[in-house]
């Protein structure tokens, strides 16, 4: 009913928007728009020149470059694609160093927002303690806990996440002196003071990590110099003890069959020329080759949540323990690089007459189809989000089966959309594509899929249960 409203708006002119916010930079530009006639929060994404675009009118601007609705579900799934558009961005006030702080920057927001509307509905326990006393809107108390957390990790970016605050409170019809807020701005302070010596923000860069020479080791390949975010694996966690907890056992030994048979997998699937991959593979590996971490693997919690979820309780609960458990099965994939140091495929082919298997042969002018990433083989960070999002979600919301979408704003994907009908089957794909990628082992990936639902099975027993 509301895409119908917006559109017959849309056409005549008839959206009075309240607010425009630009959210990112560069050649393309997200714009948050409120509009008063529906109530709602919508996105505009365009390439055009920012000076430009403020000259004009806002509801000839948007007519001309189109929008979408993006949120209305609730207010939990509108506050997190103001965080993930935040986070992508940035920058981060102070600095952090490599790709897993930023999902611990989103998961002390989305726990900040559940404790803020579970200390009003009271449905479940909240992660870091109830607020006393806590009445209000629901709404603005997590307009609220989020924005204070943002403005916290993204000091810059502090104006432009004030005003989209305020106009999201105002196309709500709630006002700052709701009781709501006061309940937010504590929720986001206890969650800030809690994470404050969790390892994620340091005073430099941390010391340079370049691995090993001898076979199996890792060490960085071209274009990098050193390993992302060496330190990230002694962050603290969320539910687990530290980031040995759920470290598994080693990868395969390089004279065994089991490193063959991955070797020659990912050897032929995953070449850059002369590869095995069908067109279908081919595809799969180009849609999920751009800005994956940042933006692609944060629409599953988002549109599952919003497609799926009963009620705003809910999905604060759902997306605090998928962002907990993601943040922990990736402090755990980075203790794990470190402590394994398994070479990537890259290394492995181009050392493959050495590795003392016979069933390995080398090829030192091998490439992968994708560049091979600054950190080494053994967790895989791409696959701590398939394992941990599609396991907490489908026990957060209570079946696997969730159908959502996926879009991918890579150039080179011929099909920007994919529909799935299960939360596992996306969880299957991750596994496969970073072999069609030719950046990882199927051990590495299918393991890390393993940890990151051990993982999240602790972190539903162990947080935000029912009251």
């Given at each position: 009913?509301?895409?119908?409203?917006?559109?017959?708006?849309?056409?005549?002119?008839?959206?009075?928007?309240?607010?425009?916010?630009?959210?990112?930079?560069?050649?393309?530009?997200?714009?948050?728009?409120?509009?008063?006639?529906?109530?709602?929060?919508?996105?505009?994404?365009?390439?055009?020149?920012?000076?430009?675009?403020?000259?004009?009118?806002?509801?000839?601007?948007?007519?001309?470059?189109?929008?979408?609705?993006?949120?209305?579900?609730?207010?939990?799934?509108?506050?997190?694609?103001?965080?993930?558009?935040?986070?992508?961005?940035?920058?981060?006030?102070?600095?952090?160093?490599?790709?897993?702080?930023?999902?611990?920057?989103?998961?002390?927001?989305?726990?900040?927002?559940?404790?803020?509307?579970?200390?009003?509905?009271?449905?479940?326990?909240?992660?870091?303690?109830?607020?006393?006393?806590?009445?209000?809107?629901?709404?603005?108390?997590?307009?609220?806990?989020?924005?204070?957390?943002?403005?916290?990790?993204?000091?810059?970016?502090?104006?432009?996440?004030?005003?989209?605050?305020?106009?999201?409170?105002?196309?709500?019809?709630?006002?700052?002196?709701?009781?709501?807020?006061?309940?937010?701005?504590?929720?986001?302070?206890?969650?800030?003071?809690?994470?404050?010596?969790?390892?994620?923000?340091?005073?430099?860069?941390?010391v340079s990590y370049v691995g090993g020479t001898g076979m199996?080791?890792?060490?960085?390949?071209?274009?990098?110099?050193?390993?992302?975010?060496?330190?990230?694996?002694?962050?603290?966690?969320?539910?687990?003890?530290?980031?040995?907890?759920?470290?598994?056992?080693?990868?395969?030994?390089?004279?065994?069959?089991?490193?063959?048979?991955?070797?020659?997998?990912?050897?032929?699937?995953?070449?850059?020329?002369?590869?095995?991959?069908?067109?279908?593979?081919?595809?799969?590996?180009?849609?999920?080759?751009?800005?994956?971490?940042?933006?692609?693997?944060?629409?599953?919690?988002?549109?599952?949540?919003?497609?799926?979820?009963?009620?705003?309780?809910?999905?604060?609960?759902?997306?605090?323990?998928?962002?907990?458990?993601?943040?922990?099965?990736?402090?755990?994939?980075?203790?794990?690089?470190?402590?394994?140091?398994?070479?990537?495929?890259?290394?492995?082919?181009?050392?493959?007459?050495?590795?003392?298997?016979?069933?390995?042969?080398?090829?030192?002018?091998?490439?992968?189809?994708?560049?091979?990433?600054?950190?080494?083989?053994?967790?895989?960070?791409?696959?701590?989000?398939?394992?941990?999002?599609?396991?907490?979600?489908?026990?957060?919301?209570?079946?696997?089966?969730?159908?959502?979408?996926?879009?991918?704003?890579?150039?080179?994907?011929?099909?920007?959309?994919?529909?799935?009908?299960?939360?596992?089957?996306?969880?299957?794909d991750i596994v496969n594509v970073?072999?069609?990628?030719?950046?990882?082992?199927?051990?590495?990936?299918?393991?890390?899929?393993?940890?990151?639902?051990?993982?999240?099975?602790?972190?539903?027993?162990?947080?935000?249960?029912?009251?």
């Amino acid at each position: 009913m509301h895409e119908a409203r917006a559109a017959r708006e849309r056409r005549s002119g008839q959206c009075r928007i309240s607010f425009v916010a630009l959210l990112t930079a560069k050649r393309f530009h997200r714009l948050m728009a409120f509009c008063a006639g529906t109530g709602e929060m919508h996105v505009v994404t365009t390439r055009w020149n920012w000076n430009r675009w403020a000259t004009l009118g806002t509801t000839a601007f948007l007519g001309a470059v189109g929008w979408s609705h993006v949120a209305g579900a609730d207010a939990v799934t509108d506050w997190h694609q103001i965080a993930t558009d935040t986070l992508c961005s940035g920058p981060t006030t102070p600095p952090r160093f490599g790709p897993v702080s930023g999902m611990l920057d989103l998961a002390i927001v989305q726990i900040a927002v559940h404790d803020a509307v579970q200390s009003i509905s009271g449905k479940y326990k909240p992660y870091v303690g109830a607020i006393p006393d806590a009445k209000g809107s629901p709404e603005a108390a997590t307009a609220k806990a989020a924005h204070d957390v943002l403005v916290a990790f993204y000091g810059p970016k502090a104006g432009e996440i004030g005003t989209i605050y305020k106009a999201y409170l105002t196309s709500k019809g709630l006002k700052e002196d709701d009781p709501g807020v006061a309940v937010g701005a504590k929720a986001a302070a206890a969650a800030i003071a809690l994470r404050a010596d969790d390892g994620r923000i340091v005073a430099a860069a941390p010391v340079s990590y370049v691995g090993g020479t001898g076979m199996g080791a890792w060490r960085p390949t071209d274009p990098h110099k050193e390993m992302a975010g060496p330190h990230s694996g002694k962050f603290k966690g969320f539910v687990i003890k530290d980031g040995t907890q759920f470290r598994p056992g080693p990868p395969p030994d390089l004279k065994s069959e089991q490193y063959a048979k991955d070797y020659n997998e990912v050897k032929a699937v995953g070449a850059k020329d002369n590869s095995t991959r069908t067109p279908e593979q081919t595809e799969l590996a180009n849609f999920w080759r751009s800005d994956y971490l940042c933006r692609t693997f944060q629409q599953v919690p988002q549109n599952v949540v919003k497609a799926h979820s009963k009620s705003l309780d809910d999905s604060a609960r759902a997306m605090a323990l998928a962002y907990m458990a993601v943040s922990d099965t990736l402090i755990t994939a980075w203790e794990s690089k470190v402590h394994y140091n398994f070479w990537r495929p890259i290394t492995a082919i181009h050392n493959g007459e050495n590795d003392g298997n016979p069933a390995t042969a080398g090829d030192p002018n091998w490439q992968p189809f994708l560049v091979t990433p600054p950190y080494s083989d053994y967790l895989s960070g791409a696959n701590s989000f398939g394992g941990a999002f599609s396991r907490t979600l489908s026990l957060a919301l209570g079946k696997d089966d969730l159908p959502f979408t996926v879009t991918t704003t890579a150039p080179e994907a011929q099909q920007k959309t994919r529909n799935y009908n299960k939360l596992s089957d996306w969880a299957t794909d991750i596994v496969n594509v970073r072999i069609y990628q030719g950046i990882h082992f199927r051990t590495a990936d299918q393991t890390t899929r393993e940890v990151g639902e051990k993982i999240a099975d602790l972190v539903f027993k162990e947080v935000a249960t029912p009251k």
